[in-house]
């Protein structure tokens, strides 16, 4: 079975500055990989995925995520956060599409 | 569209008593899954489907049963509720084909006392 491995459980960041939330998934085969993020009593949204071609996958909302095979991770940036981006986010991994697998979560706290 | 809806959004039990989690979604997805969601410990999956008349189990399935009679519901029935099934529980959608991206639920919080 795969699983994943969250890092950082709560990561505070003042605004405007950079951030980076660590995600490392464990498995022997080819994955797809997906950041979600759930803001305050809300159900998770899908922020951005991998699933073949370019490592480096963006989302509308300025984050990225690297996918490195060979550090079987798939870290989560922004170059600037806002106080709007304060919410948990979730790093999942899924082989087959029937059974997902999520990290612990980090919670994003945004400074003003 | 409605995407997924779940019923109720708020639920006290009591040990011993039995309640089904409704979930419903109208975008003709063939997977549905449950998922539990406890601090520090991310979502965890409960029960899955890849279809009308197809159920299987996720990671922590004890004490929980599902049904699915048709593509647009799939509840999820707790026969006798425990302390430990004190946890906020989402369902979700995705097609069968495609990015397999999920479409959650906002989430049924249940407390059993």
């Known amino acids: 079975a795969q699983s994943v491995t969250q890092l950082d459980s709560q990561v505070p960041v003042f605004e405007e500055a950079p951030v980076e939330l660590r995600c490392n998934y464990s498995s022997s085969v080819s994955v797809y990989l997906f950041w979600y993020v759930q803001y305050p009593n809300q159900g998770l949204q899908l922020l951005l995925k991998?699933?073949?071609?370019?490592?480096l996958v963006e989302s509308i909302n300025g984050f990225e995520a690297e996918f490195n095979k060979s550090q079987t991770s798939f870290h989560l940036r922004k170059p600037s956060v806002h106080i709007s981006d304060t919410a948990e986010y979730f790093c999942a991994v899924t082989l087959t599409g029937n059974q997902f697998y999520f990290g612990t979560g980090t919670s994003l706290t945004v400074i003003p | 569209n409605a995407g997924v809806t779940q019923t109720p959004k708020f639920q006290v039990l009591k040990t011993g008593q039995s309640m089904t989690l409704q979930c419903a979604q109208d975008?003709?997805?063939?997977?549905m899954s449950w998922y539990r969601q406890d601090p520090g410990m991310g979502l965890r999956l409960i029960h899955y489907?890849?279809?009308?008349?197809?159920?299987d189990q996720g990671e922590v399935p004890n004490g929980y049963n599902v049904s699915r009679s048709t593509t647009e519901d799939f509840p999820l029935r707790l026969l006798s509720a425990a302390p430990s099934q004190t946890s906020v529980y989402f369902c979700a959608s995705s097609g069968s084909s495609g990015a397999n991206v999920l479409t959650f639920g906002a989430g049924s919080r249940l407390t059993v006392l």
């Open positions: 489907s890849v279809g009308a008349g197809i159920t």
């Open positions: 991998y699933l073949s071609g370019s490592t």
């Open positions: 975008m003709n997805h063939e997977y």
